[in-house]
């Protein structure tokens, strides 16, 4: 069966520093994956989608996530954080013909002045 | 603006009790989803539904059912609520694609006492 590891429960980080977030899903003929977020207090909301093509994917608010499937990653990064960009990140994969999708456990990501 | 409502943002019940939380989809969407939320253990499935009246099991069915008479409406019913059952309860939506982003509603903490 698919799985998501998110290796990182919580990442701190200065504001204004690169912050990279882990993801590494089970291998599968075809792998749809995402990134959400889930800033405090609400929902979940995407981040960004890799569907094919290009192995770079950008998304909202200046981040993006490389596809890497020799290592099967994807990998979610963001060159400058902001205070607003403390929420919890996850990672989801869509297994073969689903509409499902199955979550990793999740990293909160903390941006401090 | 597409919008996922759930009926209680808080909601405490007593060992026992019979729980209906409500989820409200104004997107047209034919997928519906129950998730649980719980720390260190993200998000896992409960139920889906893919139609009016038709749904399926999830990763954790067990102590809950579901109810879809309506296309726009989703409950989760806990018939007999236990402790155990202390969570973050999440909606979300999205129409009937693989790659299709997941609407989330701004989840129910339920604590049962």
């Known amino acids: 069966a698919q799985s998501v590891t998110q290796l990182d429960s919580q990442v701190p980080v200065f504001e204004e520093a690169p912050v990279e977030l882990r993801c590494n899903y089970s291998?599968?003929?075809?792998?749809?994956l995402f990134w959400y977020v889930q800033y405090p207090n609400q929902g979940l909301q995407l981040l960004l989608k890799?569907?094919?093509?290009?192995?770079l994917v950008k998304g909202i608010n200046g981040f993006e996530a490389e596809f890497n499937k020799s290592q099967t990653s994807f990998h979610l990064r963001k060159p400058s954080v902001h205070i607003s960009d403390t929420a919890e990140y996850f990672c989801?994969?869509?297994?073969?013909?689903?509409?499902?999708?199955?979550f990793g456990t999740g990293t909160r990501l903390q941006v401090f002045p | 603006d597409v919008k996922v409502t759930q009926s209680s943002r808080y909601l405490v019940k007593r060992t026992g009790e019979k729980v209906f939380l409500e989820c409200v989809q104004d997107?047209?969407?034919?997928?519906m989803f129950w998730y649980r939320q719980d720390p260190g253990l993200g998000l896992r499935l409960i139920y889906f539904?893919?139609?009016?009246?038709?749904?399926e099991k999830g990763d954790i069915p067990e102590g809950y059912s579901v109810s879809r008479e309506k296309k726009e409406r989703f409950s989760l019913i806990l018939e007999s609520a236990s402790t155990n059952q202390t969570s973050m309860y999440l909606c979300?939506?999205?129409?009937?694609?693989?790659?299709?982003?997941?609407?989330f509603g701004p989840g129910t903490r339920l604590l049962v006492l």
């Open positions: 539904s893919y139609d009016v009246k038709m749904k």
């Open positions: 291998s599968s003929v075809s792998v749809y």
């Open positions: 979300a939506s999205s129409p009937p694609d693989l790659l299709a982003t997941q609407y």
């Open positions: 890799y569907l094919s093509g290009s192995t």
């Open positions: 989801a994969v869509n297994p073969d013909n689903t509409d499902k999708l199955i």
């Open positions: 997107m047209d969407h034919e997928n």
